[in-house]
């Protein structure tokens, strides 16, 4: 990236594919197969977190984002994140289907390395670091990955637009981390088009054991996201981490009050958008938005005065 133009074209290309052939694109066809593979590689956008230029931060929106209890968790999960992608791409044979993986995994890395530089810019005291060990059942951990994203991801998304129009953040920080939030887009779409792909290409009696192995993973993350596994460890003069920030963090990234139904319109509209310039042909990711768009109708609209940031 030399100049802003190179930048502004590999932003919008990582934004907009399609396949360039018409007609339907049935799930578990070596069609669909290529469509979300191509879609991970031709939206690759070759940013490098080393030429990264962190905005001075005036002293109050440092103190901000220092407070923020995420920093240890996300460096861990992206350095997680990574192995366990990297270890799935190992034993997959199909030569695109790896390929794919391995680019997955490579902007897991990336994504944590853009985090290492900001922390290290602000002056943000990290935690050590655990070790990084190879999954013994990599398709399980590759699930894991995957569905953490598209529940994370789903809430992120909304956190983020309220951080850019609130003003709570200077612009400039913000946007400096929006090519991640995309690339965490890209990861969800090419991950629930690869689950439906390979259910449907198993063996009729292999497909009911995969279908519980995703059910168990749904199980093992919802169980954590509603503190039955809490943080990082901090000590007594650490920040606490918390491992839900994703679901709580409205707060923390903008100085307005945001009912719940507002949030949750803002993320569903954000994951919309996030997803809206590629191929219609491929699969949504459809359990987060149909489960809080069923919690949504319970939760009453706020007077007109606290819309929902759009």
């Not at 897991?108 to 670091?129: M, N, Q, T, W």
Request: charged letters at 25%; hydrophobic letters at 45%; one cysteine or more.
């Amino acid at each position: 990236m030399t100049n802003d133009a190179t930048i502004a074209a590999a932003d919008l290309a990582a934004r907009h594919w399609s396949l360039p052939a018409g007609g339907v694109l049935r799930p578990g066809s070596a069609e669909h197969k290529d469509a979300f593979c191509r879609m991970l590689l031709d939206t690759h956008n070759p940013y490098k977190p080393a030429v990264i230029e962190w905005p001075p931060l005036p002293d109050e929106a440092r103190e901000r984002l220092v407070s923020l209890p995420i920093w240890d968790i996300a460096v861990q999960t992206e350095g997680k994140a990574k192995i366990r992608v990297l270890s799935y791409a190992e034993e997959t044979p199909d030569p695109l289907l790896r390929r794919a993986i391995e680019l997955d995994a490579f902007e897991e890395g990336r994504h944590k390395e853009v985090l290492s530089k900001l922390v290290a810019a602000y002056g943000i005291a990290l935690g050590p670091e655990p070790e990084y060990r190879r999954p013994r059942n990599p398709e399980w951990a590759f699930m894991v990955t995957g569905f953490s994203e598209c529940i994370d991801s789903f809430f992120a998304f909304g956190l983020f637009a309220l951080a850019r129009h609130s003003g709570f953040f200077p612009a400039e920080l913000v946007e400096t981390f929006e090519p991640v939030m995309q690339e965490e887009a890209r990861h969800i779409l090419f991950f629930v088009n690869w689950v439906a792909w390979h259910r449907r290409n198993l063996p009729w009696w292999r497909r009911p054991w995969f279908s519980a192995k995703v059910a168990a993973v749904w199980v093992c993350l919802i169980r954590e996201r509603i503190g039955l596994a809490r943080g990082v460890g901090a000590g007594k003069d650490e920040t606490p981490q918390d491992n839900n920030f994703t679901l709580t963090g409205s707060k923390a990234v903008a100085d307005i009050d945001i009912s719940p139904a507002d949030l949750l319109d803002t993320c569903l509209a954000e994951n919309a958008r996030r997803m809206q310039g590629y191929d219609p042909r491929l699969l949504r990711p459809a359990v987060m938005p149909l489960l809080m768009r069923f919690v949504r109708r319970f939760l009453r609209n706020p007077p007109p005065a606290a819309a929902a940031v759009s």
